[in-house]
């Protein structure tokens, strides 16, 4: 229990910091809400719509692809610092690695999935 107790001082600290921030921020802060303040903020334009209005299905596959492709570079960094101890087969296989994820972006750029004004072809 000794080797906890530094831990648990930290934790007790930390939500006693959170919980009076909170409580303080309720007796010291303005209270002046107006429709604008008390709209949904919607990335600096005025909200359109209901806010449960359901996506069309382009919009989860550009982010499906956009995390792909996103991930796919996250690797290249551990291969670049391995680069010269990998030797010169570690180039052509990021050249394939490379082939593959062009062919895939072609593949899905040729399908419309980046033209959001047509239906998606299956």
Do not use: H, N
């Amino acid at each position: 229990m000794d080797g906890f107790l530094p831990i648990l001082i930290m934790i007790g600290l930390g939500a006693g910091f959170a919980g009076g921030s909170v409580l303080l921020s309720q007796f010291v802060g303005p209270r002046k809400p107006t429709p604008e303040k008390s709209a949904p903020y919607e990335c600096g334009m005025p909200p359109v719509g209901d806010a449960r209005e359901r996506q069309s299905v382009k919009f989860y596959l550009v982010a499906m692809i956009f995390l792909l492709f996103d991930i796919e570079v996250a690797f290249l960094y551990p291969w670049a610092m391995a680069f010269r101890e990998l030797g010169p087969v570690a180039y052509f296989q990021i050249v394939a690695f490379f082939a593959l994820l062009v062919t895939g972006y072609i593949y899905v750029w040729r399908k419309g999935v980046f033209d959001w004004s047509r239906e998606v072809d299956r």
